[in-house]
């Protein structure tokens, strides 16, 4: 399994080397998440050793018990599942990036339980590209007037969107949301909001990363291809 994770961890390094290459980006300009959720502790400290920083669960109360067992590291954690209200004041504790922000009241709750002496926030609106019904994230068209509401709130900082596309096998099924969640990122940086930036793009998965970077993004987010599949 450790070896399984170094090997992992160094294919997918290449595969993002290459995208970076192929659309002239620098590695630099990509942060790699590691998605640890359903898997163990021991497993973040194999790919942590292998380099890995950045670290991202979806669910509050499976990443307390993780980060118990954890303490010490010096990763960077990332929250990408929907976040619910009665969870915001220790998921402030608990991570240092929230990807899934996809309400006013949301942001609101996030933005009282910070502290103002600390540094902000930094968060990223979840759109929802495709309108899944089954899926969270705020509608394209809802985006604008999201990121007005949230820039007045000094204890965080907008830093870009996130996506989650339809699943397909193929990635160039996916291509033309990553492409238009670029093209909305730039609409909105057009209308320079005070507070607002909108360089961070959290798009691609396993599947789908390599392509993702081509299209822009700033942040990849991998579970399955680092940790193996999840039961
Ligand atoms: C689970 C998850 C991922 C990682 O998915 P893989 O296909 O295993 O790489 C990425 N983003 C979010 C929001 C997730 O919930």
Redesign the pocket.
């Known amino acids: 399994m450790i070896a399984n994770i170094q090997d992992n961890i160094a294919w997918v390094e290449d595969r993002i080397a290459t995208a970076c290459l192929r659309s002239g980006r620098r590695r630099e300009d990509v942060k790699l998440v590691a998605?640890s959720?359903t898997h163990p502790p021991e497993l973040v400290r194999v790919a942590y050793a292998a380099g890995l920083r950045d670290f991202?669960e979806?669910r509050v109360q499976e990443a307390t018990s993780k980060r118990q067992a954890l303490t010490g590291l010096g990763a960077t954690w990332h929250m990408?599942?929907h976040l619910q209200s009665n969870k915001v004041r220790i998921a402030r504790d608990l991570f240092q990036w929230v990807?899934s922000v996809d309400s006013p009241r949301l942001a609101e709750k996030l933005a009282q339980v910070g502290d103002p002496a600390l540094a902000p926030l930094p968060v990223l609106i979840e759109v929802n590209l495709a309108g899944e019904t089954s899926k969270a994230g705020v509608r394209a068209g809802d985006v604008e007037a999201l990121a007005e509401q949230i820039a007045p709130f000094a204890t965080l900082k907008l830093r870009g969107l996130m996506v989650?596309p339809p699943y397909s096998e193929n990635p160039e099924d996916v291509r033309p949301y990553f492409r238009q969640l670029r093209a909305l990122a730039s609409s909105i940086e057009a209308r320079k909001i005070p507070n607002v930036s909108m360089r961070e793009l959290s798009m691609g998965?396993?599947?789908d990363f390599a392509v993702a970077i081509e299209e822009g993004a700033t942040i990849v987010?991998?579970?399955?291809?680092i940790f193996g599949g999840?039961t």
């Open positions: 998605v959720k991202g979806n990408l599942g990807h989650i998965m396993s599947n987010r991998v579970g399955t291809a999840r």
